[in-house]
């Protein structure tokens, strides 16, 4: 079945980087845009970026664009996201889909948490 593991995740100053990883099988990957979500404690999962099929093809939320940067391996199945300049806000667990809106997806992995505090 469709599987996504996340990784990377941990507690970092703000400021500071990250580099997550999402390991994703039960699927042709290649063959799929994918994308970064997350989820901040109290509020709705949100939308981060996708990296479609074509890897020049990137797309960013507001808040993270400029700071983030999405990018696949189709060899290894894998997506990853370069964070940068981490803020207080960017506090919330990640997790890595199929591109898609949100309540379409009914099947998630089990995210990996970032923390940003000083």
């Known amino acids: 079945q469709v599987q996504f593991v996340e990784s990377g995740g941990g507690l970092v100053q703000p400021g500071g980087s990250l580099r997550l990883s999402c390991a994703a099988s039960g699927f042709s990957f290649s063959s799929y845009a994918m994308s970064w979500y997350r989820q901040a404690p109290g509020k709705e999962r949100e939308w981060v970026a996708t990296v479609a099929i074509f890897t020049s093809i990137k797309n960013y939320a507001d808040s993270v664009k400029g700071r983030f940067t999405i990018s696949r391996d189709n060899a290894k199945n894998t997506v990853y996201l370069q964070m940068n300049s981490l803020k207080d806000e960017d506090t919330a667990v990640y997790y890595c889909?199929?591109?898609?809106?949100?309540?379409?997806?009914?099947?998630w992995g089990q995210g990996t948490p970032v923390t940003v505090s000083s």
């Open positions: 889909n199929q591109a898609k809106m949100v309540a379409q997806i009914d099947s």
